[in-house]
């Protein structure tokens, strides 16, 4: 009975937060636009019977027919698998650095990938517009030292984009490549190098399948967020930038109409359950395998 | 029939595989390996032991290439290893931890090091089949390192360094993880397979037992120097100092001054009142000399009378027995203070021992049963 109560937390939570709502937002995509409060119809005070003969899968219909919806589900995903590489580009060395600096200064390491955190997120990704602007710090200095000679049009492009995801995301890339990587035992590289391996042979035949899970983890831990990420495309990414989170605010807020909104949130979700369902069997082997 | 006995030390042609000239390793300002010299012959199993931190561990890494020498040299088959990375070394170890890839099965780690090599791929599998059966452990090919016992991870780690048939095979407390009857089991298998693949072995062990089991030579180490090299036998029997005498098995240090008598023989006077003890060396001792002479409790006899016709014979009351089952350790307090330890086979029940607590007795050994050592 107990067992059933502590298990009982939990479930509710889902159910509250999670599955409810989630209803809520898939009825909202089976219903028609409404000029009325909330602004859908049909809604239950319409009695039962025609409530349900009133919802719809017309607004799906209508995302099918509009190419703008799946050329923005495919740029995110372009976008969200590109961000990804490149993050794991920049973590995994940070990550390798880590684990093998001296053990004295590592919880400082790890405290100063975490740090970023204690700002608030909007005011960061606001800074960066500061550094990437026309006049902003990045093109100064570039100036200044004579690299270029006109300033580089970096916001509003793809490329801001870019580079906010991967500053943003970056810390999620590195903690799970770095609790790989620091279990790694130091003596494996050493029979690897006597049975006559190269540094760099060692690394690609020992080190990287061995913080594969890591990489793994922390790829789904960037992947999933930048898929949906809507606050970066619309602040450094300008108009030039196609994400699925941005056109489902401009649904939501400019158009206002909340049927065809929840309709690409409902997609948006569908979507995203292939890399959560692999990121979950991922971590489910993991443990398994450390048991 | 003749054996031929194994012995390349005691032949001065022989060139030995490997010879350490002067080796010095410093780790900042600890010196771990203090101008060292040691020849290793080709087909030994020599057995470096010693206890934690006498640099036993440093040596092997500095053969297998993980640590530079600070000075001095280490030559391989004639040629200065300085230069040579580890990937390059015709050495193989086995790691302390077996160190397996736990993302690869039993087969893929035996042919790790030959993958390396541009092996032709029937020529790998028949070496690696090769290895298993020799570590007898066909069965296991498929299976991934965590789902084997300890001791086949061991066998694993044993077919993985020897795959390369290298030169020389560094091994690092390699039983260390066994548990005792086990470890006993892989000694003579070590043994064996040392004897088959002709590899010269040198062990890294701090066993006294397992190293005198083993190996054909032993090297006592002590702060980074070589006390003694020798046999087991020798080291054992023939002790050249009271570190090496001590560190291998249970001995009786007996201080005094020698006064040479002729013939090899001394005169220790050791305690006030007491007749001086006789005893051989072929090493000379000068008059007055201090020195120390060890003997083995098991070459000292206990009796109630004094037994005719020994050369040293003392009294003294029986302080404690430590009863081992197949023997018994007679701790034998002399009237000086000085405790002297008996050792007999306990060929009677328990219940007919001759001797309990607090007995007088008199124990006693001949003039050659010890070592006289100056040191």
């Known amino acids: 009975m107990q067992r059933f109560a502590l298990i009982a937390i939990p479930y509710a939570w889902l159910l509250a937060l999670f599955l409810i709502p989630f209803v809520i937002v898939f009825k909202i995509s089976l219903s028609d636009i409404a000029l009325a409060i909330p602004p859908y119809t049909p809604t239950l005070s319409d009695g039962v019977g025609p409530f349900f003969s009133a919802l719809d899968f017309e607004n799906f219909a209508f995302l099918a027919s509009d190419d703008l919806y799946w050329k923005a589900y495919v740029s995110s995903l372009r976008i969200a698998a590109i961000s990804t590489i490149l993050t794991l580009l920049v973590g995994y060395p940070i990550a390798y650095a880590m684990a093998r600096a001296p053990e004295e200064w590592r919880p400082t390491l790890m405290m100063l990938v975490i740090l970023p955190f204690w700002t608030s997120f909007l005011i960061r990704v606001y800074a960066w517009m500061g550094i990437l602007s026309q006049e902003g710090f990045l093109n100064q200095f570039l100036l200044w030292t004579g ?21 943003t995301y970056v810390p999620f890339m590195i903690l799970p490549i770095f609790a790989a990587l620091d279990r790694l035992d130091g003596s494996l590289i050493e029979a690897a190098e006597d049975l006559g391996c190269s540094r760099l042979q060692a690394f690609w035949l020992v080190t990287i399948p061995l913080s594969k899970n890591g990489i793994i983890a922390g790829s789904f831990l960037v992947f999933i967020p930048a898929l949906g990420e809507f606050v970066i495309p619309s602040l450094l990414g300008g108009s030039g930038t196609l994400m699925i989170g941005k056109v489902l605010w401009e649904e939501f807020f400019n158009n206002r109409d909340w049927p065809v909104a929840s309709a690409v949130a409902v997609i948006l979700l569908l979507i995203l ?19 | 029939m ?26 900042g300002e600890f010196v771990a390996i203090d101008d060292l010299t040691l020849d290793i012959f080709e087909k ?9 931190g006498c640099g036993k561990t440093t040596m092997m890494r500095m053969l297998a290439g993980f640590e530079t020498v600070s000075e001095g040299s280490i030559e391989l088959a004639g040629q200065d290893i300085a230069a ?20 690869l099965s039993v087969y893929e780690n035996i042919a790790f090091g030959l993958r390396r090599g541009n092996m032709p791929k ?21 299976r991934k390192p965590h789902q084997i016992s300890g001791g086949q991870r061991q066998r694993v780690a044993l077919a993985r360094s020897l795959a390369k048939a290298p030169k020389l095979l560094l091994l690092d407390e390699p039983l260390g993880a066994l548990d005792a009857k086990l470890r006993q089991a892989t000694q ?33 180490m002590d702060e980074g120097r070589v006390m003694q090299v020798a046999t087991p036998e020798r080291i054992y029997e023939a002790p050249e100092s009271v570190y090496v005498a001590d560190f291998i098995g249970d001995v009786n240090i007996v201080a005094g001054q020698s006064t040479p008598m002729g013939e090899g023989r001394y005169h220790i006077s050791w305690a006030e009142g007491q007749q001086p003890l006789v005893a051989a060396s072929d090493r000379p001792f000068s008059d007055g000399q201090s020195c120390h002479l060890a ?25 404690d027995i430590a009863y081992l089952g197949n023997l018994s350790t007679y701790y034998v307090e002399l009237p000086g203070g000085q405790i002297i330890k008996s050792q007999t086979a306990n060929t009677r029940r328990i219940s007919r021992r001759s001797f309990t607590w607090e007995d007088t007795v008199w124990v006693s050994w001949t003039a050659t049963a010890g070592v006289l050592l100056a040191q």
Request: proline share 6%; no cysteine.
């Open chain 1, 147 to 167: 690299l270029i000679d006109a300033p580089l049009t970096i916001l509003n492009t793809t490329t801001a984009v870019y580079i906010g995801i991967v500053y």
């Open chain 1, 273 to 291: 359950i292939i890399p959560i369902v692999l990121f979950q069997r991922n971590q489910q082997r993991q443990a398994e395998e450390e048991a």
């Open chain 2, 2 to 27: 003749a054996e031929t006995v194994f012995a390349p030390w005691d032949d001065p042609n022989e060139k030995p595989l490997i010879r350490f000239q002067n080796v010095t390793k410093r780790f």
């Open chain 2, 44 to 52: 030994e199993f020599f057995a470096l032991l010693g206890p934690s």
């Open chain 2, 84 to 103: 040579v990375p580890p990937n390059k070394r015709a050495v193989n170890m086995m790691f302390q931890s077996y160190a397996l890839f736990p993302h």
């Open chain 2, 122 to 142: 029937h020529d790998l599998d028949a070496r690696v089949t090769e290895m298993l059966k020799l570590t007898r452990l066909e069965k296991f090919a498929r």
């Open chain 2, 188 to 220: 003579f298998e070590l043994m064996d397979i040392q004897e088959k693949t002709g590899t010269t072995f040198v062990i890294v062990t701090h066993d006294q037992e397992e190293a005198m089991t083993v190996a054909s030579r032993v090297a006592v």
């Open chain 2, 295 to 319: 003997v083995r409790p098991e070459k000292i006899a206990i009796s109630a009378e004094r037994p005719a016709d020994v050369d040293n014979a003392v009294q003294g009351t029986v302080l």
